[in-house]
């Protein structure tokens, strides 16, 4: 049996690496490295009978009972040592690894309560699951209808208040939640195509990779509709940054890390940021909201669909390989922050701008031939999200093998692959017979493409893993049936700030003019009020030269427009309305002074 020990020994590391291998390549190279002797003929036997097993057993596909008795029968009686020295040094990798994702018990995984609970889903969505597959799901299964039914995805808690906003009307070519994103007519066959979206959670626990991938899916979700990216805006809400308490370094490191993720992405992928908003208040503390806004631009004719039509169309991965980061992402987006998220920092993506540039330009000019049928960002859960709504949209039916997604991490399970958040990645329905156009052009931009799957007539979600399903879903309740809930909700009062309205109305009693000075060098201090020049001077508004009014530009602006009537009812406080009448002239050419320093200034640090 030293042969054996020197099997078993070696077995071990080697089967995670060999795993995606089938076991009629796996064995005849056994074979060859070690010759055969009545050790390597049981060595074979029992590898023959337990690869499909373990992978069966780990993927949740079939029913292990007649292969654990087919084994029980080629090991016989009286050959525990192989089964010690052989099975369980084979079995070992994955039972770790199917621990570290779930539970196995006696080499089948078990849908437990708890398990479910992990995944977010309650007990009646769990049997609604179950009423929508007629069977038990799989874990995999349990992954995929965790991130397609969590808040990110389904809106399921706010879907009902969505839909009490208008959405139609005369120049509205794409409806708010039709598509990717929403798309105005402007006229002369032109239009716009516009989104904002939330990266909140991401960017409270990395907040430079959550922020710069949520300008990387905002641009995506532009470019998806055919439209060029023109320009991005932001909205963020950030805890008070005064101070030296614990919370206030916080709110600090998360702010500045936010400004820089933004900057970052946008800078490098060039589509210039020209505006937003900032505020600083204590009800954000620690949970930032990071809201991004893109607009691109196209014509009539360009408008591309997320729909996967034409059974027998071929499916395209296009984009970045896939790898393990921001692992069920939506799922993690949609549950409450707590101290213990800091744990889930691996659900935050990783963004690369440069790729998505060459994305960008490769699907673009793409669109612009006849070999697109249908295209889709692979942004909130990944390629599970892509295939089931691009199937829904169409009406039809998606079959894809992930042993042809290219990955770049090894032993990737299909738990992790559809559930990977991995950024710069689109899926592409091209028309059948344009396969090689499809290729040509990506080759030419240098980014990744695999034909990985067929539109099919079934409905279905059919997911393969080198050829064994893995997955079979019905793509239609699974994008579009998530339940629907309605919260318990109030109006706010003024109670609920701590302060009374008799409080408010003694706060804003008339001051005297020395109080309202002081007053107003308070409100020029606060954050919210103060001037942003730190942080839009970090990001490029003039990349690609069509920025017209710069953010220095708008702020000047509103100092003119402020200037007039402060400084009306500044002199009207402390008695001076007969110079403030009198002079008219000397304060609009003082005013008119001030408008041509503030720009000579500006102009100035501009060109340095």
Known sequence: MARSFVVSGLLTPIVEFLRPMPSVAIIPLAIVF??????????????????????????????AESQLVEISRMLRLGRLRTLFLVILPAASPFIMTGLRLGSIVTLGLVITAELIAQHGLTPEEFERIRKILGREPNFTELGIFSVMWSEHCSYKNSRRELKKFPTTGPNILVKAGEENAGVVDIGDGWAVAFKIESHNHPSAIEPFQGAATGVGGIIRDIFTMGARPEF???????????????????????????????????NCIGVPTIGGEIYFDESFEGNPLVNVFCLGVLRHEQLARGAAKGVGNPIFYVGAETGRDGLAGAAFASRELTEESKEDRPAVQVGDPFKEKLL?????????????????????????????????????????????????????TPYETLLSESQERMLIIARKGKEDVVRRIFEKWDVPCAEIGRVTDDGLMRVLNDGTTVSQIPARPLAEEAPLYSREAKLPSAGDAGITEEEIR??????????????LRQLLRNPTIASKNWVYRQYDYMVRTGTVVWPAGIAIAAIWLVQLPTAYLLSHSIGLDGVWMGYPAGFVAALVAQMLYYGLVWRHRSDQ
């Open 34 to 63: 070690f010759g055969i002797d009545d050790s390597m003929k049981r060595f074979v036997a029992t590898y023959g009978a337990l690869w499909p097993i373990l992978l069966n057993t780990w993927y949740g596909v079939r029913s």
């Open 232 to 266: 991005l805006l932001n909205s963020l809400r950030f805890g008070p940054i005064t101070g030296d308490s614990p919370n206030v370094k916080t709110n600090r490191r998360l702010f500045t890390g936010v400004i820089a993720g933004i900057a970052h992405y946008g």
């Open 360 to 412: 960008l330009e490769a699907c673009l000019e793409l669109l612009g031939t006849d070999a697109v049928a249908g295209i889709q960002d692979m942004g909130a859960a990944g390629l599970t999200c892509s295939t089931c709504e691009t199937a829904s949209r169409g009406g039809t039916g998606v079959e894809i093998d992930l042993a042809k997604v290219p990955k770049r991490e090894t032993g990737m």
């Open 506 to 519: 003694h706060k804003i009693s008339a001051p005297s003019a020395s109080e309202a000075v002081n007053s």
